[in-house]
Every structure is written in C-alpha cells, then in structure tokens.
C-alpha cells in the first residue's frame, strides 16, 4: 500500500501529539510546579516551525505553598546504632518542627523512620517503626495534634548513603520529617 506524502507527515503529527499527551510536566504529586523564579518557555512545532514563548511566573503561591513557605529546613533527625531514643542535639530541630505544626493546624507530616542494613529486615523495619514513633511522642508532648502525624517506616529499604563503613550507617539512621 501506497501513502501519499501527506498521510506519512500526518502519522507522524499524530503519533508526536500522542506522546506529547502522555509527557509529565514536571509538577509535584500535589499538582503543585517546583521553582519560584520566572522563565521562558518556548520550542520548534512541526516542519521546524517556532512556537512562541511565554512567560512562566511562579511568584504567585497559593495558600498551601504559603504553608510550606515557614516548613522548617531541617527536616532529618540521626539515631544511635541500634536505638530508637532521640539524641539531645535534635530536640531543637523537633521543636521548630512541632512550632510549625502547631501554628499550622491543617499542615500533616508523614515520619519516615529509617535504619542502616544490618539486622534482618523485618527486625529493620521494627526499628525504623520504634524510631519514627519515637518522634511522634516527642512532637505530641510538645502540643502537636495526633491526627497531624502518620508513621511509615522503610527500615533498610531507602538508603540516604550507599556504602558498607559506620559514616554510611550513620547517614541512614534516621527519621525524615515529611510534610
């Protein structure tokens, strides 16, 4: 079977607008765009065609990025091997971490608690559980609602540092505050 010239630059315009239906735009699972600053956007359309710019703003924030605008910047907290007691040098970060919540009472946290590779891992993923409720007690001491805390625990599943040494291990020993 014979195609005109036509038809094969019309496969090819519908298989491209196909495709481009299928492409991601980069945003955020909250459908929210990552990036403050402005910018271009422009490309070539079909036949080598220019399409034109446009501007993209995105000093505009709404009101759940106004919210995420005061999240504390730190957001990870280190354990001990083998522990699941909070180390005095990170009260401070839970602090300002409960601090936000408490003045943002519709703002919610997923505690992930982690741990290196040693150990079996279902004894891991007990540990990085044991961890993660460790902090939440210390944030629901500090007046933060129950109801804004949930508690995940990937044990040695999602590894901050790869490596076999105590620094990789320390690196993985944690509980990541995740708003």
């Keep these: 079977m014979k195609f005109k010239p036509y038809a094969k630059g019309l496969a090819v315009a519908v298989s491209l607008a196909v495709m481009a239906g299928c492409s991601s735009s980069g945003g955020t699972q909250d459908g929210s765009m ?3 600053g402005g910018g271009t956007a422009g490309g070539m359309g079909a036949g080598g065609q220019g399409v034109s710019g446009g501007q993209v703003s995105g000093t505009q924030m709404g009101g759940g990025q106004q919210q995420q605008a005061g999240i504390p910047d730190v957001r990870t907290i280190y354990f001990d091997y083998d522990k699941d007691t909070i180390r005095p040098e990170f009260e401070s970060v839970l602090n300002s971490n409960a601090q936000y919540l408490r003045s943002h ?3 919610n946290v997923v505690l992930q608690g ?3 590779e040693r150990g079996t891992r279902e004894y891991n993923l007990g540990l990085g559980e044991r961890r993660a409720q460790s902090v939440e007690r210390f944030l629901t001491v500090q007046g933060v609602s129950p109801s804004q805390i949930d508690v995940v625990s990937y044990g040695e599943e ?3 540092v790869e490596g076999h040494n105590e620094q990789a291990y320390a690196k993985n020993r944690r509980v990541i505050l995740d708003y």
């Design 34 to 36: 990552n990036g403050t």
């Design 105 to 107: 009472p519709n703002a």
């Design 114 to 116: 982690h741990t290196d």
């Design 158 to 160: 999602r590894p901050a």
